[in-house]
């Protein structure tokens, strides 16, 4: 049966996998249709010089570091309390939060930021994104560091008060050296989504802001397109570096 | 010792308020409001909104998104489970494996999706070699249609399918399926007898995580399924921009919401959980 | 001598059970002070509430003079060692060690943390981290964590049970020494009687949450006030009520005044000893702890007998 099985994942994997190495492949393919006829590179060159993408880009760069800084410190915070004591209200909110589909709360969130616009002079823009990625993201950390405190032993914050360090320094001292790995891993997908993230973006984004998902998915509406297959590759090959570093780092 | 922590915990419960739990009552008040002459919504109260899922064209949209869902679960659960199976047995080698089934999840799906649109189109990849090959002489239909749209959604839930039957098969007390062979079970009947009835927690928890956000796709069928396949994600989107029918399209996300929660009740157990 | 740590009617009731009810104890500084029961018996939880660990329900806790039950474990001079040691894996021996010392001056510090890994032969050690080390080692940085900040009492929690017989009957001698040659006061929780009795100047046995005795090892050993304190000791045998130890047992051939009639149902080789069960004529049984000279094959009748001034009778 173990033969079987090893057949049976090559086969997933090559599923899983090779629909993004084709597109890598005909990134770099001379001719804009799918007869092969020889390498080139033109494709990146046209992707680097369409600004509307690289304006995007760079918004999508900027939403994704800001929601990052704020969600790893508030999840960060927020696994630690759910660590010392269970609460079923914010374990519950959380949870609902990760299994929500997107439309939904995309369509919620809109649905908030009118009404408040209201009674405040606001519109939407980068920080009605910035707060709507902020908030999905906060589960995911939450997930990841809160794993990582499960195997980490309470007698060490009570030794550390036990020789003098009050509440506070003992978790900045002693817990939070410990739970380093696992707040950068949880970073790092918490970039990732933001990056990634089509539906919710483009409710709350208004007319002014365009993320890079949301110039990619005019584009692909539009129809295959070779720079597209470039933009694609380059993602991928980002993206999936930084998650595996950040899945290295977990198990670290 | 409670003050840190209810300090901790403040910054999280507030924002979960202010974006889950204020939303979700706004798009409630909404689903019973009626549509406003230039979108929004405004007074009188209806139930309108509700008595209109029942017609049977939405009755239709909410079939086919159940049924998709259903199969992408299914399907998803069903190749997934050898998959889990294989990388817990793998040994040492397991780490290289799981991030091999992660990392494709990770990046992009809108890209991985535009993935399948290239090798599926009628000029795209797979008719070309079938048609140069000389197997077909017209290109076969394989994009914007129902069949698509279950592709991309196996395609995409995959992964979210294999790591929580990994974590319970991992968990797997090892000492169990030794008993069951030394009892004279052959590997077959272990897997069976033993191994499918302890995994259940995690194939619930599996077919929770892909058969609610299946179910409100969005832009799997947007990209997949052309204008032909219309589901619920499709329904609520539309309302909420062109149709300019915000009552009606809140019904609709409350209903839809309900379902998730309900569903998220009656899997969830204590202490298998990831949170 | 007067007492460096003062109990006074603690109790601490958790929302299932009472843990720990109305504990008076008082130590005198510079001892080596006991609190032994089995597991269950509120002896830890009375550690954690001196240590800060919980907040007592009622009752208070006496330090040095001034009273402590209301302050934050970081403010009271008492430190602990923890049964897991709990050493800080992020940081090497020396880091653990000079954790506390964060308010001290540096030049201060840096003698002290010396004089304390000098004293528990750690020094040469300093930078390597707790993975590194073998359960002794762990143990001994956590004393030398422990004892750098002059703590008024040092807490020690079951720190031997975590390490195997022959390793432990070293450290306990260690442990002894360092007590001696620090004078620092120690209180040391256990469930091991004959730990408790070679180590302590005084032993409180504890019981479902009470102190059932508190007295120096010899008075607790031959005085008891409580079968169960009895019991718990040495070993006890009970016939009609009556307790007698193993080793005032007097075995022979030929009768003595007094003697009853028994059968050698079982012989048990120690070494320096020799047990014998014996089945005497009314049904019970006796064990009877003799020189390894002495020998009685199985099934052999033998007369029984011991000194009444032996005897202990508790009202029971």
Known sequence: ??????????????????????????????????????????????????????ESAGNSLAIAVASTALSTVIGTLAAYSLWKRASNWLAGGLYLSLVTPEIVTGVSLLALFQWAFRYVDFRLGMHTVILAHVSFSIAYVVVVVLARLRGFDPALEEAAQDLGATEFAAFRRVTLPYLAPAIAAAAML??????????ITSLVAGVDSQTLPMVI?????????????????????????????????RRA | MTRLRNLFAAPAAALMLVTIGVPAGIVCVYSVLSRGAYGGVELPW??????????????????????????????????????????????????????LVILPF???????????????????????????????????????????VLLGLVYGFLPFA??????????????????????????????????LP?????????????????????????????????????????????????????????????????????????????? | MEDILELRGLSKQFATHRAVHDVSLAVERGAFFSLLGPSGCGKTTTLRLIAGFEAPTAGEIWLNGSRIDALPPFRRNVNTVFQSYALFPHLTVLGNVEFGLRHVPVADAEQRVRRVLEQVQMSDKQSRKPSELSGGERQRVALARALVLAPDVLLLDEPLSALDPQLRKQVRAELKALQRQTGVTFLFVTHDQEEALALSDRIAVMRGGEVEQAGTPQELYQTPRTRFVASFLGEMNWVDGIGIR??????????????????????????????????????????????????????ETVQVSWDPADELRFSS
């Open chain 2, 106 to 148: 990770w990046t992009s799906f809108l890209i991985r999706l535009y993935a399948w649109m290239f090798l599926l189109r009628d000029t795209g990849l797979i008719n070309t070699v079938l048609q140069s090959l000389g197997l077909i002489r017209q290109p076969l239909p394989l994009l914007y249609n129902n069949g698509a």
């Open chain 1, 190 to 199: 918490a970039f990732t989504i933001s990056i990634d993230d089509y539906v």
């Open chain 2, 198 to 275: 302890l995994c259940a927690p995690g194939i619930g928890a599996a077919a929770i995580l892909v058969f609610v956000p299946c179910l409100g796709t969005y832009i799997t069928s947007d990209l997949l399924g052309g204008s032909k396949t219309i589901l619920i994600g499709n329904l609520v989107q539309n309302q909420f921009s062109t149709a300019r029918d915000w009552p009606f399209g809140a019904a609709v996300s409350i209903v839809l919401m309900i379902v998730a929660v309900l569903l998220m009740f009656t899997v969830r157990r204590r202490g298998e959980e990831l949170l």
């Open chain 3, 246 to 299: 193993p080793e005032c047992v007097r075995v022979a051939l030929e009768g003595f005044p007094n003697a009853r009639p028994g059968r050698i149902a079982h012989t048990t080789f120690l070494g320096p000893h020799r047990h014998f069960t014996i089945q005497l004529d009314g049904g019970e049984l006796v064990t009877a702890q003799t020189g390894a000279a002495v020998q009685f094959a199985n099934g």
């Open chain 2, 46 to 99: 209806t139930l309108e909104n509700y008595s209109r899922l029942i017609d049977p064209l939405y009755g239709g949209i909410l079939v086919r998104s159940l049924a998709l869902a259903a199969a992408a679960t299914v399907i998803c659960i069903l190749l997934g489970f050898p998959l889990a199976l294989f990388i817990a047995q793998s040994g040492t080698r397991k780490n290289l494996y799981l991030s």
């Open chain 1, 1 to 54: 049966m173990k033969r079987g099985l090893a057949v049976y994942a090559v086969a997933i994997y090559a599923f899983l996998h090779l629909p993004l190495l084709i597109l890598a492949i005909f990134s770099v393919n001379a001719s804009r249709f799918t007869a092969w006829q020889g390498f080139s590179l033109q494709w990146y060159a046209a992707m680097l010089a369409d600004r509307d993408l690289l």
């Open chain 1, 217 to 249: 998915y005019a584009m692909a509406r539009r129809g295959v397109s070779p720079v597209l297959n470039a933009v694609s590759t380059t993602i991928v090959v980002l993206l999936g570096t930084l998650v595996l570093l950040s899945e290295r780092l």
């Open chain 2, 162 to 195: 294999v790591l929580p039957i990994y974590a319970t098969l991992e968990r797997l007390d090892k000492s169990l399926l030794e008993a069951a062979a030394d009892l004279g079970a052959r590997p077959i009947a272990v897997l069976t007898r033993v191994t």
